[in-house]
């Protein structure tokens, strides 16, 4: 519990793919006004700029798609346990995680568990 994130709010597969999202939609605008650069016609510039977000694009998509890819990974090496408060079944990354549908911690290591042992720390 103590080593808990607050930042993170949700479950480490989601949070991945969020992120792959976001670098998809990043990409495509990147690569819109890089297309844009070619449409209106800004003469040398225009083509200066087309390659250069064109290509951050390009890369952005990349890097996306190798997130999304690294998220499935990760999601079929997690552990798949029944989350206690849901009763869902949900995906574990690593020792401690969120439920993704209910947000809450779930641990598999016994030390960090708030609820079935106390708390070692102070
Ligand atoms: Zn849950």
């Known amino acids: 519990m103590a080593k808990t994130s607050k930042v993170m709010k949700s479950s480490k597969v989601n949070e ?11 990409g495509m ?3 819109i006004v890089g297309l844009a650069g070619i449409v209106f016609d800004w003469g040398t510039i225009g083509r200066v700029i087309a390659i250069i977000f064109g290509a951050i ?3 952005s998509m990349l890097v996306s798609m190798g997130v999304y890819f690294w998220a499935g990974m990760l999601s079929t090496s997690a552990t ?9 079944q949900t995906k574990l990354l690593g020792k401690t995680d ?3 549908f209910c947000k809450t911690i779930l641990t598999l290591d016994p030390n960090l568990d708030p ?6 720390s102070n």
């Open 16 to 26: 991945f793919r969020l992120w792959g999202l976001l670098l998809t939609m990043g």
């Open 29 to 31: 605008m990147m690569m």
């Open 57 to 59: 694009g390009m890369v």
């Open 80 to 88: 798949v346990i029944e989350c206690p408060e849901c009763g869902k």
């Open 98 to 100: 969120r439920c993704m």
């Open 115 to 120: 609820g079935t042992s106390t708390p070692s």
